[in-house]
């Protein structure tokens, strides 16, 4: 900046001197008409554009700032519009988005080739964006989408998009989102799930939410003996930290823990403390993930 300033200044010189040179004494004149013209000379427009230049060349010109989008070229074909994409494996390349791996932005034209320049709206920048839907979701109900698989969004998953502005009725059909929307706190309306244990207690479940509600079969758990399910979820990573709660009300003194975390599964153990009486009722067990990292 120092740099255009001096330039700017020297300009304006050459052009006001020749006023003064016309006041001058006599004595001075003809120093000052060779200093005059070696101005006008250096600031002429191609001299002033490439002084212009060599101040900018101060500046680091790989370190760049975007508004709203940013170009990148795509690392696999662009077959549907609008869908999230993420980082590439080169430092300006970009690939399809996944429920776990934040996405830049979306892309609203389709290419058939790779390697291609594309223009991505980035999230959290400019107007509403249009996205994919991967189920049915619905203004109102679902207060919030999270990245799914494929470049899509869904009702539910581990990051958060923004706010759907529209409805869509099944997979693959197109919203409008509000992804400027700060992240809500905690878990929100249409992001959690239920399911009931059949057959008996050591039977497993399956339930692809990262919060929800299990709710056992009737236990019939001895004093001082314990079962153990496994819970099937897409969105658990074996760094996670499951946490459980019950509102179970018969008798026995039921305590809950996790074991056997792993990607995409994880063990829940009832152990009943009491003394002497056996668990007598189905338990209500809710269950919310805790994303983590070992490092």
């Known amino acids: 900046m120092k740099y255009l300033i001096l330039t700017i200044l020297m300009a304006l010189a050459a052009f006001a001197l020749p006023v003064l040179y016309k006041h001058a004494p006599a004595t001075a004149k003809n120093k000052a008409a060779i200093f005059i013209d070696g101005l006008r000379e250096q600031f002429r427009v191609p001299n002033i554009q490439r002084m212009v230049q060599a101040a900018n060349d101060t500046y680091d010109a790989a370190v760049e700032t975007h508004e709203c989008s940013v170009r990148r070229t795509n690392d696999v074909a662009v077959a549907t519009r609008h869908l999230l994409w993420a980082q590439g494996a080169g430092a300006n390349t970009v690939k399809l988005a996944t429920a776990t791996l934040p996405a830049l932005g979306t892309i609203d034209n389709t290419e058939t080739a790779t390697d291609k320049g594309q223009s991505v709206l980035l999230l959290g920048r400019g107007p509403t964006k249009k996205m994919v839907a991967s189920e049915a979701i619905t203004v109102g109900t679902h207060l919030a989408v999270f990245q799914a698989s494929g470049g899509k969004v869904a009702t539910s998953g581990t ?30 309306t249409g ?9 008996s207690s050591s039977t497993g479940v399956t339930l692809n939410k990262p919060t929800g509600q299990i709710t056992t079969v009737a236990l019939t758990t001895a004093a001082a003996a314990e079962e153990v399910f496994t819970v099937s979820n897409s969105l658990v990573a074996a760094t996670d930290v499951p946490v459980l709660a019950t509102t179970y009300a018969g008798a026995g003194t039921p305590a809950l823990s996790v074991k056997n975390v792993v990607a995409g599964a994880f063990d829940i153990v009832i152990t009943n403390l009491h003394a002497s009486a056996a668990l007598n009722a189905a338990m209500t067990i809710n269950f919310s993930l805790i994303k983590a990292v070992a490092a």
């Open 159 to 188: 990051i958060y998009v923004g706010v759907p502005l529209t409805s869509t009725s099944a997979d693959g059909d197109i919203l409008e989102i509000d992804d400027t929307c700060a992240i809500p706190k905690g878990h929100v």
């Open 191 to 199: 992001s959690g799930g239920v399911v009931t244990q059949i057959t």
